[in-house]
């Protein structure tokens, strides 16, 4: 940890003056809410309605997990055992996630398995990062869009429902945008991993605010095996 | 036993006397006067009922670190323990008010670590730890206020506090680990209430056991300019305790330091999900 925050202590600084000059801020739409994924996502589609180009050794493992899962067997996906899913398979399940937005952190924090997730506004992509199961996290605002750009993937978890893999060297693209009523979250997000894509793709997601919504706390480990959400 | 317990609580001289439920001591803070705080339950002299120590906890942020905010109001950022114990009774060493059916369960769970086979635990199973335990970690915990809400993200097994300001606790009230917490400003205090917990976790890491009607009292009130946040926590249960009681703590505002991802499901592979024995 000590490398990682000596190598992201510079930045405060800097951040700080960037925030005290943004009076800007005030014309940021506010995420903050819960929020649940519209429909239910099984194996991920690329915008224009296709499936992302796997390199071979790709292939292979995904065909692995899809033989696996057509015979019930399940334990090649890590949150079957509790362990955090990776991304952008969390922003793809049906479990609602609540956004708490600030000035210089957005914080994502999710019904399952209480999962917290932080994206550290107006700093650079460390270059190297340990792995972590939900990587690392930097965000800014385009305009009114909010762009999350992460990297640091552990290798273990899957990029969809369906058991898609994923290299450490997958880096992830999210653009999230509030529609002007407030009530919905349009994300698009871009995938690139070339030792498991023949080429980056891109994927999209829309989510509806719950109003109201409180979530409640959600415990994986006190959850039956055959009870915990999966997708 | 129970001569034993109360002649070292004379010995200690940290008898608590409440007259009444809803009326708390006042807390300790170190302990009094030349007397070194217990190191065996009662301050017996048992070796097999040996307490863990105390850890140090966290310093104040290096030189150089942005000062903490002293806004009384602004809680956010990442507070860090600094005295963490395993025990979490009114004083250091002193176990909390526990009747005597739940001191001798105590006893059993300090005599089963001291044998090296402690008996399992919500955190063992990776599941949150129940309060006021959660409060007392050696890792971080990051604040973050929003309207109507105030969030305490603990690194420690990814547990989460949502804190309600705008609403009274729900009836009737779901039981879970961490309970339902609701909060109000009492002056620059922040009083967080904390009912509807379940039955499953302990007051603190020794093994003091807390009822579901235990119902837990923060008060959390910044010092010396927004470097240390004090927390004052009450702990009432009419199961399991003789009294209410309290006690003090302090965290370091440490802006150095982000919060990592703290997985406790990757080492629960071997984990009991009934029974006793963890370990050998």
């Not at chain 1, 997000?189 to 994927?203: E, H, I, L, Q």
């Not at chain 2, 507070?79 to 979490?88: D, E, N, P, R, V």
């Not at chain 2, 579901?212 to 009292?217: A, G, K, L």
Request: net charge negative; glycine share 8%.
């Amino acid at each position: 940890m000590s490398a990682l925050v000596k190598a992201l202590y510079g930045v405060f600084s800097a951040t700080a003056l960037a925030l005290a000059a943004g009076a800007a801020q005030a014309a940021l739409p506010d995420l903050t809410g819960v929020w649940l994924i519209e429909g239910h996502v099984g194996a991920v589609k690329t915008v224009d309605g296709g499936t992302p180009a796997l390199t071979a050794a790709a292939k292979k493992v995904y065909e692995e997990h899809r033989r696996a899962a057509a015979h019930g067997d399940y334990s090649f996906d890590g949150v079957t055992h509790c362990l955090p899913p990776g991304l952008p398979r969390l922003m793809l399940m049906h479990e609602p996630f609540e956004i708490l937005q600030r000035d210089k952190i957005i914080y994502f924090v999710h019904q399952l398995n209480r999962l917290p997730r932080r994206a550290y506004l107006n700093e650079a992509l460390p270059t190297d990062v340990d792995p972590h199961y939900l990587g690392y996290s930097v965000a800014h605002w385009d305009g009114s869009t909010l762009v999350i750009e992460s990297a640091g993937f552990d290798d273990s978890t899957l990029l969809d429902n369906a058991g898609l893999p994923h290299s450490e060297d997958l880096h992830l693209t999210e653009r999230y945008q509030l529609s002007a009523d407030g009530k919905h979250l349009h994300l698009n997000y871009t995938v690139d991993d070339a030792k498991t894509f023949t080429k980056p793709w891109s994927g999209q997601a829309d989510y509806t605010r719950q109003v109201g919504y409180e979530v409640p706390e959600e415990v994986c480990a006190a959850t039956p095996a055959d009870k915990r959400p999966r997708s | 036993m129970r001569t034993l317990k109360r002649a070292s609580f004379a010995i200690a001289g940290l008898a608590v006397t409440v007259a009444a439920w809803g009326q708390v001591p006042p807390p300790a803070s170190a302990p009094s006067g030349a007397a070194p705080a217990p190191t065996t339950l009662h301050n017996s002299g048992d070796p097999t009922l040996a307490l863990t120590p105390g850890l140090r906890g966290a310093t104040a942020a290096p030189k150089g670190a942005p000062p903490g905010n002293p806004d009384p109001h602004n809680l956010e950022g990442v507070w860090w323990m600094s005295g963490y114990q395993y025990m979490l009774g009114p004083d250091v060493g002193v176990p909390p008010p526990l009747k005597p059916e739940y001191m001798a369960i105590l006893e059993r769970r300090i005599r089963a670590k001291n044998r090296g086979t402690p008996e399992a635990d919500a955190s063992t199973q990776c599941l949150p730890h129940g309060m006021p335990r959660v409060m007392e970690s050696p890792y971080p915990i990051e604040i973050v206020q929003t309207p109507g809400r105030i969030t305490f993200l603990h690194e420690v097994a990814h547990n989460v506090r949502r804190i309600y300001l705008d609403r009274p606790h729900p009836a009737p009230l779901t039981q879970t680990f961490l309970g339902d917490s609701i909060a109000h400003w009492e002056g620059d205090t922040l009083v967080v209430d904390t009912v509807g917990l379940n039955d499953k976790t302990f007051i603190d890491d020794e093994g003091s056991s807390h009822s579901d009607q235990e119902h837990v009292i923060e008060r959390y009130t910044k010092v010396d300019n927004g470097s240390t946040l004090q927390l004052i926590v009450t702990v009432e249960d009419p199961v399991t305790l003789e009294h209410p009681y309290s006690y003090r703590r302090v965290f370091r505002w440490r802006p150095d330091v982000r919060p990592q991802e703290y997985v406790c499901e990757e080492n629960n592979r071997n984990a009991p999900v009934e029974g006793v024995t963890v370990a050998k």
